[in-house]
C-alpha cells in the first residue's frame, strides 16, 4: 500500500508513519529525515538545503522531487511506502502523479495551531537514526538516548517557537491546499490527532486497515 501522511509539522506524522510502518513492513520515507542526513554529511543538496530548512522555509521543489524519485526507486519500495512530509506543494504532488506513482490513502492528522506551538518545544528527535520521542506524550526508556538504537536525543533547531510559527505559516499556505488536491481524488481521510497518540494511533491504523 502507497500511503501518503498530510499535516502540520509537529501533527505526530513521525510518529504515526513508525506504527504503520511497522505494522504493515513497508517503509517510511521522510524527505526530512533524509535532507537533515544529506546536511550532516555535508553533501552539495544538504548545503542547498540548509538555509531553507533552518529558517523553517521549504526547500525548492526540484531539490525534494529529485530525493523522492531517487528513493522510490529502491527495491524496498516494491511493496509499499509511506511518505512523511512529502509532498508539500502542489507542484510536488503533480510531480508523484506524473511519476506514475499510485497513492492509495492519503491520511490528515489534524491539530489546532495552539496545540502544535505548544508540542513542539517537547520534541525531541535522534540525531543517529531519526527516531521522535516527547518530553510529555513519549519518553524514552533512559533519558536523552534513543530506544531503538542508543543515540542522543536533541531539540531539532527547526523547532524553536519563532521557526515554529514560521513553519506554521507555510504549512497552511503550501501545503494546506494539499487536503483539497486529494479530497478530488476521492484519497483523503481525516483523522483527530488532537487526543493522545494512543487515540490517534488507533484511528490511523482503522483508517489503513479499512
Ligand atoms: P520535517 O522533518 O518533515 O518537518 O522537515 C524539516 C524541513 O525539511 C522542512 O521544514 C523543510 O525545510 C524541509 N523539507 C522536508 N520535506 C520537504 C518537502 N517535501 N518540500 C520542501 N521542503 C521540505
Known sequence: MNIIL???????KGTQAEVISDRLGIPTISTGNIIRE???TGTEMGLKAKSYMEAGQLVPDEVVIGII???LAKDDCQNGFILDGFPRTIPQAEALDKMGIAIDKVIDIEVTDEA?????SGRRVCEKCGASYHMEYKLP???GVCD????????????????????????HKETEPLKDYYEKQNKLS?????DTVEHTT???????EA
Do not use: S, W
Not at 488507533?202 to 489503513?208: C, F, K, M
Open 6 to 12: 498530510l499535516g502540520a509539522p509537529g501533527a505526530g
Open 38 to 40: 544529506a546536511l550532516k
Open 69 to 71: 524519485k531517487e528513493r
Open 116 to 120: 502544535i506551538v505548544k508540542r513542539m
Open 141 to 143: 526508556q533512559k533519558d
Open 148 to 171: 531503538k538504537c542508543a543515540g542522543t536525543l536533541v531539540q531539532r533547531k527547526d523547532d524553536h517557537p519563532d521557526t515554529v510559527k514560521a513553519r506554521l505559516e507555510v504549512y
Open 190 to 194: 481525516v483523522v483527530e490527532g488532537q
Open 202 to 208: 488507533a484511528l490511523i491504523l482503522e483508517t489503513v
